[in-house]
């Protein structure tokens, strides 16, 4: 009767995740410890993963969803035949992909962004989701020195999240990219609001700026980009916000706001 009761999902093996931190930056590692509890009966576990996932915006048409998607995994454990009311202890590293999606800037949670670990324990005839915990991915230096130039501009944060889909001519690996909506400030009369976007590698960030401008009186409001590739440890605030604040004057056609 208990193998009958594991074969349907009772009595099985249960999966504890514990996180040595969970705050992270891109290019990271995420460092942590699984623990196995066996169940009522002997199972074979075929293998154990975790892995890293976002939730983003699917379209689907005129219509749209959240779906949550994988962009990282790493098999930490093969077969094993678990015993009934067994312990195992599996400790494991992840490396955090470059363009991983950001949930803090400054300590700030970034609104709309949930990226969490999950933990798969994979059985015979199906497998078992564990646990999911939550992670913090903090902008780096590049990408904190970039938001900190927005925000000098005056821009206000709005929200973020992640859009299924690529962005063309790009390096872009992961199947979603990242928006980090702003407010526009008053001084640029043109603007409605701005979109970052970055795609970063180990050696550089590119910027990806989406600006959706307002209609006039005979115009209808248009979206304009600009791409820039900010190399690691080459650029400072003040200076790329002199920079971004002539480019934007340029576009909307206003007085710059530096």
């Known amino acids: ?148 130039a927005v925000s000098m501009l005056g821009f206000r944060f709005m929200k973020a999240d992640c859009e299924r889909g690529r962005i063309r001519d790009t390096s872009q690996k992961l199947p979603f990219y990242q928006e980090v909506e702003y407010r526009a400030p008053s001084g640029y009369a043109g603007l409605n609001e701005l979109e970052v976007t970055f795609i970063t590698d180990e050696r550089a960030c590119d910027l990806i700026l989406e600006l959706d401008k307002k209609g006039g009186l005979f115009t209808e409001g248009r979206d304009s980009f600009k791409r820039m590739r900010i190399e690691h440890g080459t650029v400072e605030a003040n200076g790329l916000a002199h920079q971004l604040n002539d480019y934007l004057g340029s576009v909307v056609g206003d007085r710059p706001l530096l």
């Open 1 to 148: 009767m208990k193998r009958i009761l594991a074969s349907l999902g009772l009595g099985n093996a249960s999966v504890e995740t514990v996180l040595r931190d969970p705050n992270t930056v891109p290019g990271g590692v995420l460092q942590g410890d699984v623990y196995i509890n066996g169940g009522s009966v002997d199972q074979h576990i075929q293998e154990l993963t975790v892995g890293l996932q976002a939730r983003a915006e699917v379209e689907h048409g005129d219509a749209e969803h959240s779906q949550n998607l994988e962009f990282a995994r790493a098999r930490i454990g093969g077969e094993l035949q678990l015993q009934a009311d067994a312990h195992v202890h599996v400790p494991f590293e992840l490396p955090v992909p470059w363009e991983a999606p950001l949930t803090a800037y400054r300590g700030q949670h970034l609104t709309g962004m949930h990226v969490g670990l999950n933990t798969q324990l994979h059985v015979a005839g199906g497998v078992d989701p564990g646990d999911l915990d939550p992670v913090s991915v903090h902008a780096m230096e590049t990408q904190t020195i970039i938001l900190d």
